[in-house]
């Protein structure tokens, strides 16, 4: 019997832990925002719902014209953060999250995974029930 009650405890405690856990449920449906274009080009985020979670997100970087930019271009030589992995990594983590909580900017293009991630959580305050 003595060791039966701690076990017990246990499992109650994780119960309630459990059921404390922070339930975010979103409105179905597709979401974009922009940062400002800063003359050499911008983000853009298209965050889907569908059935009150993450269903995908794109995650963008446009020139200054507002055309997409060519990710083989931004694959980490000449100076330029490798975009073509970065967008894909980071969107990977925030759907695995369901949020943007936890995510955090690449090192190698923080000025571009950040806003990415704003932009997301914008989306997500919008679609937020």
Known sequence: ???????????????????????????????TKESENSGYGYE???VVIEKGKIKSVDL?????????VDYDEWDGSNNRPN?????????EEIME???TKDV???SGATYTTQ??????EEC?????K
């Open 1 to 31: 019997m003595r060791k039966i009650v701690p076990i017990i405890l246990i499992v109650v405690v994780i119960t309630l832990l459990w059921g404390c856990r922070e339930r975010v449920q979103y409105k179905d449906g597709t979401y």
């Open 44 to 46: 853009k985020v298209i």
């Open 60 to 68: 963008q970087r446009l020139d200054s014209e507002g055309k997409e």
């Open 83 to 91: 975009l073509k992995e970065y967008r894909i990594q980071l969107a």
């Open 97 to 99: 999250k369901q949020s």
């Open 104 to 106: 955090e900017a690449i």
């Open 115 to 120: 806003n990415w991630i704003n932009l997301v």
């Open 124 to 128: 997500l305050k919008e679609a937020r």
